[in-house]
């Protein structure tokens, strides 16, 4: 029992020390980006838009590298999702996630036109794509709760488990 607790005392250390850095500041566009100053793009801190002429991988590759954690996945969404996950009538060609778990993640979604129609054009200039990234920090406060609820429910599962092996194998006997 002695093993299992500190086994559990290891993770919840580890834990805190993945958990308590700050959240990362909202992440720089793409050198020579434009922003969007459209009212759709400047209603909320945390929801971002820009014209850029880098393809889909230069501008994931960006966001990768200053949005970097030891721990991060990369997840990709149908672009349908994005009227759910970034604003309703977000118009979208790709929708990406960066996550570091248990923290924050990092939505990037592009627009690229695929008809002659769509073209983008921003105060007389003419972009490739058009990408919104919205931003979803956690308050460290909030990590540590979550952290320490879970380490605990996971040592209380793992202690009644225990006690059931030990339980099965005296009745074997």
């Keep these: ?30 050198p020579d980006a434009v922003q969007s100053m459209e009212e759709a793009d400047t209603e909320t801190p945390f929801r971002r ?11 994931v590759e960006h966001y990768k590298v200053h949005f970097a954690r030891k721990v991060m996945f990369n997840l990709n969404y149908p672009p349908e999702e994005a009227q759910t996950l970034i604003r309703d009538q977000t118009r979208s060609w790709y929708l990406e996630e960066l996550v570091h778990p248990l923290r924050e993640s990092l939505f990037i979604n592009g627009f690229i036109a695929q008809q002659e129609k769509d073209d983008i054009w921003y105060r007389g200039q003419h972009f490739e794509e058009k990408i919104t990234i919205r931003y979803i920090p956690s308050e460290w406060w909030v990590r540590m709760i979550v952290l320490t609820a879970t380490t605990l429910l996971g040592y209380l599962l793992m202690r009644e488990w225990w006690k059931e092996l030990i339980q099965l194998s005296e009745l074997r006997r």
Excluded: D, E, K
């Excluded at 002695?2 to 720089?28: D, E, H």
């Excluded at 014209?51 to 501008?59: D, E, G, P, S």
């Design 1 to 30: 029992m002695r093993l299992v607790r500190a086994t559990f005392g290891i993770i919840l250390f580890l834990g805190f020390l993945y958990m308590w850095p700050q959240s990362p500041s909202f992440p720089v566009p793409p």
């Design 49 to 59: 838009a820009y014209f850029t002429n880098y393809t889909r991988a230069q501008v």
